[in-house]
């Protein structure tokens, strides 16, 4: 079992910076593949930002390449998201994801509860 608790979310004026945090128990988190994901009123839920399980590689989408950066801190549980230059269609429910991955092929897949990132002037 993985337990997940983001933090950091807020109210932010647009052009503004928020980091968000996420905080993992219950399992061994450099063994964790970790993504961010947010999900808009009236929306689908979207990747937002993904990093390997030693830190070694990420990837975004073409909406927050270069305002984004997604990091973690094995040492200390924890996953970050930092969020430069927000926008108001930035606005939505964060969400902190983890999954794992067995060597015979079974995959678990957990969620935080989210963190709001509200973007207005």
Known sequence: QVQLVESGGGLVQPGGSLRLSCVASGSTFSSLAMS?????????????ATITSDGGSTTYPD???GRFTISRDNAKNTLYLQMNSLKPEDAALYYCNAR??????????????????????
Do not use: C, F
């Open 36 to 48: 961010w994901y947010r999900q808009a009123p009236g929306k689908e839920r979207e990747l937002v």
């Open 63 to 65: 909406s927050v390449k």
């Open 100 to 121: 794992r991955v067995r060597a015979w092929g079974a995959i678990s897949t957990y969620w935080g509860q989210g963190t709001q990132v509200t973007v207005s002037s």
